[in-house]
């Protein structure tokens, strides 16, 4: 599930609102923090998160809850170099035991893409 994050007042680089991409508009080293929070999850179940660019996957993080009715949280921190028309993407969902992916356990309550240029 591509998930919908770009703020309404976003000011810097280019968004992309119809696909929900971000690109950052000038080449550099960008700080690219992401969160996924998960409620209602269904116990037993593996939660993740993916942070793509251009469509491939440069980053993920997977949590997994013990308790059915729990919470959720995985995050994405990292440091990457990305051309002026790259485009970063955040992707989650959710893998049972066979390795179908979906998005179960309830709705997403919180998400956040931010990409900061640091040189």
């Not at 923090?33 to 993080?61: C, H, M, P, Q, W």
Request: glycine content about 8%; aromatic content about 6%; overall charge negative.
């Amino acid at each position: 599930m591509l998930l919908d994050t770009i703020p309404p007042d976003f000011k810097d680089g280019i968004e992309d609102i119809v696909n929900h991409r971000i690109t950052p508009g000038k080449a550099g080293l960008y700080l690219v923090n992401s969160r996924a929070y998960f409620d209602l999850a269904a116990a037993d179940t593996v939660y993740k998160i993916e942070v793509r660019e251009n469509g491939n996957v440069i980053s993920s993080d997977h949590q997994q809850c013990s308790i059915a009715n729990g919470e959720v949280t995985c995050e994405i921190n990292f440091l990457c170099h990305l051309a002026h028309d790259s485009y970063l993407e955040l992707w989650a969902t959710s893998v049972s035991g066979n390795d179908d992916v979906g998005l179960h356990g309830g709705p997403i309550q919180v998400t956040a893409l931010s990409v900061q240029r640091v040189r």
